[in-house]
């Protein structure tokens, strides 16, 4: 019973409510980052987009997006590390010790994570050459998708089935942007070995010169002729010069379109077909 009383002595109670202090000081802290982050993050993103959309710096929203994601991505890991620093100091721990954990940190990176390093300068390459951005459509690793988020490391796009794909950015190698400029919708149509090619393809090029009515198209699209004699069809192909992104609607649009121009013209279009041979003995 003696040795409960003396946890509250005088001095115990100046030594727990000198840690308790520090506890405390050290969650105002934390807290105080988190909201540092969060501020930061919205108006380094209100920053940029005004400057694009008053044409102050030349970039578009694109770019802006994607320079917000490595800007707010640099801040935030400052901020913690800033954070951290007046935590440790707080509890304690004297500057000449920080000074020396963040020199064996240093030998550290420079011996074990050159592929950190590698993530990080790759990440701004990405960003000052350009060579995509956040909203961008691009195939990185056989995997095809919109590209959600460049941070320092790594980048971040999901496909067309929801699921996300993240790649550090010094794996990331051959790129396919599909978002530079223009894209091309692509259209296969078969017709059958009995109809006349030739005419079927003049057709589709006199009806193409009219094409008014799809939207996002850059250019008239081109037929291009015959690229496939398949078992039960011959397959001609039509390319249209699209706006971005928007290659699948037209595709949509050109077939649906083709297939009433064939339709009306009474030009078949066969299905796979299979003839079995039955033998009697």
Same mark, same amino acid.
């Given at each position: 019973?003696?040795?409960?009383?003396?946890?509250?002595?005088?001095? *115990?109670?100046?030594?727990?409510?000198?840690?308790?202090?520090? &506890?405390?000081?050290?969650?105002v802290?934390? !807290? !105080?980052c988190?909201f540092?982050?969060? &501020?930061?993050?919205?108006?380094?993103?209100?920053?940029l987009?005004?400057?694009?959309?008053?044409?102050?710096?030349?970039v578009?929203?694109?770019?802006?997006?994607t320079?917000y994601?490595?800007?707010?991505?640099?801040?935030?890991?400052?901020?913690?590390?800033?954070? &951290?620093?007046? /935590?440790?100091?707080?509890? +304690? !721990?004297?500057k000449?010790?920080?000074?020396?954990?963040?020199?064996?940190?240093?030998?550290? !990176? +420079?011996? @074990?994570?050159?592929?950190?390093?590698?993530?990080?300068?790759?990440?701004f390459?990405i960003?000052?050459?350009?060579h995509?951005?956040?909203?961008?459509?691009?195939e990185?690793?056989?995997?095809?998708?919109?590209?959600?988020? /460049?941070t320092?490391?790594?980048?971040?796009?999901?496909?067309?089935? @929801?699921?996300? #794909?993240?790649?550090? *950015?010094?794996?990331?190698?051959?790129?396919? *942007?599909?978002?530079?400029?223009?894209? *091309?919708?692509?259209?296969?149509? @078969?017709?059958?070995?009995?109809?006349?090619a030739?005419?079927?393809?003049? &057709?589709?090029?006199?009806?193409?010169?009219k /094409?008014?009515?799809?939207?996002?198209?850059?250019?008239v699209?081109?037929?291009?002729?015959?690229?496939?004699?398949?078992?039960?069809?011959?397959?001609?192909?039509?390319?249209?010069?699209?706006?971005?992104k928007?290659?699948?609607?037209?595709?949509?649009?050109?077939?649906?379109?083709?297939k009433?121009?064939?339709?009306? #013209?009474?030009?078949?279009?066969?299905?796979?077909?299979?003839?079995? #041979?039955?033998?009697?003995?």
């Amino acid at each position: 019973m003696k040795e409960f009383l003396l946890l509250f002595s005088e001095k *115990n109670i100046e030594k727990i409510l000198a840690l308790g202090y520090k &506890l405390f000081y050290c969650f105002v802290v934390f !807290v !105080v980052c988190l909201f540092l982050v969060q &501020l930061s993050r919205k108006s380094v993103k209100r920053f940029l987009m005004k400057q694009a959309a008053n044409n102050k710096v030349p970039v578009d929203e694109r770019k802006a997006n994607t320079v917000y994601s490595i800007v707010s991505s640099i801040i935030k890991y400052l901020l913690y590390f800033i954070a &951290l620093c007046t /935590i440790l100091t707080e509890l +304690g !721990v004297e500057k000449s010790s920080l000074i020396a954990v963040a020199g064996a940190a240093s030998v550290a !990176v +420079g011996l @074990g994570a050159q592929n950190i390093i590698q993530d990080m300068l790759d990440g701004f390459f990405i960003l000052f050459e350009d060579h995509f951005g956040v909203g961008d459509v691009v195939e990185i690793q056989g995997k095809t998708g919109t590209v959600e988020a /460049i941070t320092m490391r790594t980048t971040k796009i999901r496909d067309a089935n @929801g699921a996300v #794909h993240i790649f550090p *950015n010094g794996s990331i190698g051959t790129i396919t *942007n599909y978002c530079k400029e223009y894209i *091309n919708a692509i259209v296969d149509v @078969g017709i059958a070995y009995e109809e006349d090619a030739e005419k079927v393809i003049e &057709l589709l090029k006199n009806e193409m010169e009219k /094409i008014q009515d799809i939207e996002y198209i850059l250019e008239v699209p081109q037929v291009l002729g015959i690229v496939a004699l398949e078992e039960s069809s011959v397959t001609i192909r039509i390319v249209a010069k699209c706006q971005i992104k928007q290659n699948w609607v037209v595709e949509r649009e050109l077939r649906q379109l083709i297939k009433s121009i064939l339709d009306e #013209h009474n030009i078949s279009m066969p299905f796979p077909q299979r003839t079995v #041979h039955i033998v009697k003995e």
